[in-house]
């Protein structure tokens, strides 16, 4: 059925980033299916051929790959020998991509990424770069994380956030998250999912109940990914991509699976990797009057500041942390941890006393704030 408001919203995208689970691509043994692979590329290629919009694809399905050529009949648990079902299946699952691709007069672009990639300015803009002087030669960026060589301090954790950290950094305007339920659930018994939604605590609250229920993992993952593309002021949606021409009809406007809107306008580009790409390299304690300023969009003055967690140098990213503990804000701040321990509760004329001179009024200028999804 034809959704209005959705054909509407649906309409405006020009740009979209289009998330592959490995389930989705894995036959019933859970070896990697190349015909899935073509059937998807070919929604892809029909969907670029019927308006102009520009696809990028995060996929994951490296490791499932490499198994059958490993001769293993089941996912290894240990990281070298998943890293090494990566190496061997990188290559295959770009093959599989590329041969699908040139059926249709286009080419497979491998991307490998890292967490530091994104986190590192300069990185981040090469990657956009290079993304979009790709999609202009009619080549569909893969993007995978780099298995071969992630390990817990730079991995992603999930390619469901990668995909959100790829469709922020291209600014696109839809995030597709193909899984093999038909969206996000209302309850533990899987017959109604959420149609369109604002509120992204309500799917994480129907996540949580149906989980422990069902023993299904993973759907909290892909509504946090959703929420920090809605965070940017972008869409995404959670949908079942074994389903027929699942492509066409999010983008026709039906109703299909789960539809996550924004409420705030879009965030460009430098805020969304302030706010969204960077991790925090501490934490900066807010009382009561500074957290109100914060959620306002105010800066923060050290005068509001109770204290001071972890050690970050001026100029990183810290986190700003509300009385009750919640994070509420990420922001570049102007001074180093251990100058806003000596700062704290002070006026800004009292600076210069303590630490010599007054560099900055401000801990967190307004304008490099971003408030936390």
């Not at 059958?68 to 998943?82: A, F, I, V």
């Not at 914060?294 to 967690?309: D, F, N, P, Q, Y």
């Amino acid at each position: 059925m034809n959704d209005p408001n959705r054909k509407t919203l649906m309409g405006r995208v020009e740009s979209l980033v289009v998330k592959l689970g490995t389930n989705v691509l894995a036959d019933e043994r859970g070896m990697l299916d190349e015909s899935e692979i073509g059937r998807i590329v070919d929604q892809i290629v029909a969907v670029q051929e019927a308006r102009v919009v520009r696809v990028a694809i995060v996929s994951s399905g490296a490791i499932a790959a490499g198994m059958s050529d490993l001769g293993l009949d089941k996912r290894p648990h240990s990281l070298p020998e998943l890293q090494a079902c990566a190496a061997v299946g990188q290559s295959k699952l770009m093959r599989m991509f590329d041969q699908a691709l040139r059926r249709h007069g286009r080419h497979a672009a491998q991307i490998l990424l890292v967490r530091s990639d994104v986190e590192d300015r300069v990185r981040y803009l090469n990657i956009n770069l290079c993304l979009t002087a790709l999609q202009g030669f009619r080549a569909v960026p893969i993007i995978n994380e780099n298995d071969t060589v992630s390990v817990d301090e730079i991995r992603f954790g999930e390619n469901d956030i990668l995909a959100a950290m790829v469709t922020n950094l291209l600014r696109a305007d839809l995030l597709v998250l193909l899984t093999t339920v038909e969206g996000v659930y209302r309850d533990a018994s899987r017959t109604q999912c959420f149609d369109v939604l604002e509120n992204v605590e309500l799917a994480l609250a129907a996540a949580d109940s149906s989980r422990s229920a069902l023993g299904s993992g993973g759907m909290a993952t892909k509504i946090e990914a959703a929420a920090k593309v809605v965070a940017a002021g972008e869409m995404a949606v959670i949908a079942n991509g074994r389903r027929p021409n699942v492509l066409a009809d999010i983008l026709g406007g039906e109703t299909v699976g789960t539809l996550f809107v924004p409420t705030q306008k879009r965030l460009g580009a430098r805020q969304r990797w302030i706010g969204l790409a960077r991790r925090p390299r501490g934490k900066i304690l807010l009382d009561a009057g500074a957290a109100k300023a914060v959620l306002a969009r105010k800066s923060l003055l050290a005068s509001g500041i109770t204290g001071v967690e972890g050690a970050f140098a001026a100029g990183d990213v810290v986190a700003l942390i509300a009385p009750e503990g919640r994070a509420i804000a990420q922001g570049l701040t102007n001074y180093s941890s251990d100058e806003v321990a000596r700062i704290k509760g002070l006026r800004t004329s009292q600076f210069a006393a303590v630490l010599g001179e007054r560099t900055y009024d401000e801990v967190v200028h307004a304008d490099n704030l971003v408030l936390t999804p």
